[in-house]
């Protein structure tokens, strides 16, 4: 029983001493990892992960106005909100200008902002979160077109924008716009098919075979927002029409004179829109201002919905 107990010794013994002697002569590439089985073991490497080469930028922008924009892009604007989607423009100095669209919404109290810009390796994602009318709001029964614009630089026009749902907005082929926005002055009907308005100091003409309805309780002189469409004669086909909102109190803004109208009124370019302003001193009021020359006015808006102007003189 000793003699066997004494051989079992030497062959642990001798067994270890190999291992040593083995783990000894092993270059340290060659140690095997532990077992995977083994509570605790890993096989991975405690060294830190080696980079895949991917690099985010996060990118400031800022939300801009129609205030902001030339007339050409804000008038572009109204028929893009019609339809939603994105588009954008690139000046000489590498700054981007982004439409973001959501389309038609039922009601008044939908909003869209962005909430981020990244460029990833050459991709600008953009993020934009939709924000609904909550249940119990007070809201206007109008069909409205949110839109958002904001500008950047350091992006590449590989766009990816999508709403915090992971919903992609769409690029908008301007070709493929067939309905249209203006803001104009209504200047009464015609007949029982067709209204004359002022756009851009010119007037025009809108039909539609109910229009006598269309235009029913609004008065002429007042700021209306059309949406029409085109047929194959030329034609402006009018879908809808409606008063502009404006406040009652006394208003205070800058604009570009564009001349006399009558001995009553003058025209007015106030962001994009071409504004009819009434007082019968207007020859003394202008007297001295060329036509494009920018200006500060004060007006307020009567009961008949006219704009009644109160002051005007150079911009300061």
């Known amino acids: ?98 439409f973001i669209g959501l389309g038609e919404r039922p009601t008044s109290g939908y909003e869209i902002k962005v909430l981020s810009v990244e460029d990833n390796e050459g991709k600008t994602n953009i993020t934009v979160e939709e924000t609904k009318p909550a249940e119990d709001d007070m809201v ?22 999508t709403d ?30 067709s209204i004359e308005t002022t756009l851009d100091g010119e007037p025009v003409v809108f039909r539609n075979n109910q229009m006598a309805s269309k235009v029913d309780g609004i ?33 205070d803004a800058t604009g570009i004179y564009q001349g006399l109208i009558d001995g009553n009124s003058i025209e007015v370019l106030v962001d994009g829109v071409y504004m009819a302003l009434r007082n019968t001193e207007v020859e003394t009021m202008t007297e001295g201002l060329k036509k494009d020359d920018s200006v500060e006015i004060k007006y307020t808006v009567s009961s008949e919905d006219q704009f009644l102007l109160i002051s005007i003189g150079p911009s300061k």
């Open 219 to 251: 008065d002429e002189g007042t700021l209306v927002t059309i949406i029409y469409t085109t047929n194959d004669e030329g034609q402006m086909i009018l879908e809808s029409i409606v008063e502009v909102e404006v406040d009652s109190e006394t208003i």
């Open 140 to 161: 206007a029964q109008v069909i409205t077109y949110p839109y958002t614009v904001v500008q950047m630089k350091g992006i590449t026009n590989n766009f990816n924008i």
């Open 1 to 98: 029983m000793k003699t066997s107990k004494l051989i079992i010794t030497t062959l642990i013994a001798i067994t270890s001493l190999s291992l040593l002697l083995a783990g000894c002569g092993q270059d340290d590439s060659e140690i095997t990892a532990p077992p995977s089985n083994i509570p605790g073991a890993s096989t991975e490497s405690t060294s830190p992960a080696p980079s895949n080469g991917i690099t985010v930028n996060k990118i400031e922008f800022e939300e801009i106005t129609e205030d902001d924009l030339d007339v050409e892009m804000a008038n572009l604007i109204n028929d893009m909100a019609l339809e939603g989607g994105f588009y954008y423009w690139v000046d000489s100095e590498g700054t981007y200008t982004v």
């Open 164 to 193: 915090t749902k992971g919903t992609e907005f769409a690029a908008i082929e301007l070709e493929n716009l067939a309905r249209h926005m203006v803001v104009c002055i209504y200047q009464g009907l015609i007949d029982n098919t």
